[in-house]
């Protein structure tokens, strides 16, 4: 039922009601004062609360705005908010690297020292706690026609088996030709890799041994000295390393094919670092052994990570040199290759299997990598997946698991088409694992073709969807200022209140522990519909309350003392005078999101047993459903109505951080 205001409320509304009218017949604008003064009250209301939820801006203090690229919550409650250096090329040159603390509850605020440029870095929650952040922005992109200066990747060998090399930033590359380049990083090349080949005579005696020396090869990043047509090639060519000395001359040469003044792309960097929540600072762990820019980081069933994809230091897209990450040792292995696009969505599915949704984020060619399917890690086995609707428009879509996990369904939303297009769709897909022989099957469509849709995990067991645009980064004003909730059961959208901020690339939204969401970033590529006025990047924080923080005056269930630690297989009691309401109970990831891309959001039904007095939950024993970490418990009554989150750890052997009973942080 629309509602309406009453006589007085219209006259407040129009300020004396006639002199607005009048205004109105000879002015447009005050029309729209008007309407929107009306659209004000309207969704200020509580029956419209009640059925729609409401939006509130966040009151950020003007130090503390940054461009934020990547949201993550911490078991702490707080939102950690990474910008590096936020899209802005004047900060990376100054070495002005963001990042900052944020505490919903209390709203405050707090920097981040921040080491390197975390710029498009990926990201994952560790078993501790921990956020481990990997990759990130060693060099921004130099546009087609701007390049002055031939420039490419530059393959260094060593062949010395005795010693590794290290050629520092500035290093100079002379070509047969005399042609200098310079390097634009530091570069260790390690020791060439000696073997022995032993053979033997027919009589069985043994040859006299050879010495096999295969040389070892790093890369780096080189420009020419000089601008001018006398450094452009495209022809393979050994190049001298200029300022070696004694062995290391003869041993360490560069190799060259391709050096031109084409578009030269982001290039990424090996740091990695482990966030601590309890800390509040970064500290460093092993580097990756490739550069990665745009990577994605997921949380595997034993703890470790895999990253995956990104563009390398000399802005490839990294061929398919996949890493694994051990928390206890703190370094890094090399994973099963395999080729994907630029932050793909890779979900971690019950039997252990990697399901890739085809959801990426826009570098590497439009014919490669990009079909989905099942990744077996054991044997590197990749089962694609048939039926999913406008397969082309599958950059900037939006992928989740559905709610519960134990259904196995993940949803594929909106999407456009490769790099620039001006494709977009409003197709949504889902693909049940637990079927014999799964596809994808179409889902109710969006309201319109729409990229960069943040999709978020609710305690009811429903999805919301919020923000996007039409077009690539918003451009033609084409943000999409609308919200829904998905629920799976019944396999439709409704609406949800609208935001009052346009968020595009570079958004996120992500569940806090109160049961709200809240929503940051975007990055216009224009401020206008006549894409005239270039985009400045949206620094407000807006948060939604949904309908069910809206009942009017309703308690919210609470659950008191419990286990700060549970066991998967096994149960946990919590003490609450809420039993008898008490009819679901969730374990919620909490999410690490960038680019659209949050492969660590699930939500995990819990069995439930009551008395007078206590809740008991029994927690699935399976840990490729249940991965290791830190959660956010949510239980919620007949009504809908979920408690705040109480924060637990799940693992059979981790150690809790501190001891305490359970409950919120």
């Not at 391709?258 to 482990?274: N, S, V």
Request: include cysteine.
């Amino acid at each position: 039922m629309a509602h309406r205001p009453t006589r007085n409320v219209k006259k407040t509304l129009l300020g004396g009601g006639a002199v607005v009218i009048l205004a109105a017949l000879n002015a447009p604008a005050a029309v729209s004062f008007v309407e929107e003064k009306y659209h004000a009250y309207k969704i200020a209301q509580p029956g419209y609360q009640r059925r729609y939820g409401s939006w509130a801006r966040v009151d950020v203090p003007e130090a503390y705005r940054i461009n934020a690229i990547h949201a993550a919550l911490l078991r702490t409650g707080k939102v950690l908010l990474i910008a590096g250096s936020g899209n802005d090329q004047k900060k990376f040159d100054s070495g002005t690297f963001e990042t900052i603390l944020w505490d919903p509850v209390k709203n405050t605020f707090k920097k981040i020292p921040t080491p390197e440029d975390f710029f498009c870095a990926g990201h994952t929650q560790l078993p501790d706690g921990r956020l481990l952040v990997a990759g990130g922005t060693a060099r921004y992109e130099i546009l087609d026609g701007e390049v002055k200066k031939a420039g490419g990747g530059m393959r260094v060998k060593n062949e010395s088996p005795d010693r590794a090399v290290t050629l520092k930033k500035g290093t100079v590359f002379r070509s047969p030709s005399g042609v200098e380049y310079v390097s634009r990083f530091d570069v260790t090349v390690p020791k060439a890799k000696r073997e022995f080949e032993i053979s033997y005579f027919e009589s069985g005696q043994m040859k006299p041994w050879k010495t096999k020396i295969t040389p070892a090869e790093a890369r780096v990043f080189v420009e020419a000295r000089k601008e001018g047509a006398e450094a452009l090639t495209t022809e393979a060519a050994q190049y001298e390393v200029l300022g070696l000395e004694g062995a290391d001359a003869g041993n360490v040469y560069g190799l060259a094919q391709r050096l031109t003044t084409e578009k030269q792309d982001f290039q990424g960097i090996k740091g990695a670092y482990e966030f601590d929540p309890k800390a509040e600072r970064y500290i460093p762990v092993a580097p990756m052994k490739d550069a990665r820019w745009y990577p994605t980081l997921v949380t595997l069933q034993d703890g470790k990570v895999l990253a995956v994809s990104g563009l390398n230091d000399v802005g490839d897209v990294v061929p398919g040199d996949n890493e694994i990450y051990d928390p206890k040792t703190k370094k890094w292995s090399q994973g099963p290759f395999r080729y994907f696009p630029t932050y793909p969505s890779l979900f971690l599915t019950q039997g252990g299997r990697l399901l890739y949704t085809g959801s990426n984020a826009g570098y590497g060619p439009a014919g490669k990598g990009r079909e989905p399917g099942l990744w077996d890690l054991r044997n590197n086995s990749f089962q694609k997946i048939r039926g999913l609707t406008d397969p082309d428009q599958l950059e900037t879509s939006a992928s989740l698991i559905l709610p519960p996990a134990q259904d196995q369904k993940i949803m594929v939303l909106g999407g456009g088409g490769v790099g620039e297009s001006p494709k977009s769709t409003a197709r949504t897909s889902i693909i049940d694992l637990s079927r014999q022989s799964p596809v994808f099957r179409d889902g109710p469509a969006l309201p319109q073709g729409t990229r960069y849709l943040s999709s978020v995990l609710l305690p009811d067991d429903t999805v919301f969807t919020t923000g996007g645009s039409r077009e690539y980064r918003g451009r033609s004003g084409s943000d999409i200022l609308k919200a829904q909730f998905y629920d799976p059961t019944a396999n439709t959208f409704r609406a949800a209140a609208e935001p009052t901020v346009g968020r595009n690339y570079h958004s996120e939204a992500l569940l806090l522990p109160d049961g709200r969401v809240a929503t940051f970033g975007s990055d216009p590529l224009f401020d206008d519909k006549d894409n005239t006025k270039l985009g400045t990047f949206e620094q407000e924080i807006e948060v939604f309350t949904p309908p069910y923080l809206h009942k009017g005056g309703a308690d919210r269930p609470v659950l008191a003392e419990g286990p700060r630690e549970l066991t998967r297989g096994a149960r946990a009691t919590f003490r609450t005078r809420d039993a008898s309401r008490i009819t679901t109970a969730r374990l919620m990831r909490p999410s690490a999101v960038t680019h659209t891309t949050d492969v660590e959001q699930r939500s995990i039904a819990l069995g439930l047993t009551k008395t007078k007095d206590t809740v008991t939950f029994e927690i699935p024993p399976d840990s490729t459903l249940v991965p290791p970490g830190w959660y956010m418990l949510f239980v919620t009554d007949g009504e809908g109505t979920p408690s705040e989150a109480s924060w637990v750890r799940v693992g059979e052997d981790a150690a809790v951080a501190e001891d305490g009973a359970g409950g919120r942080e």
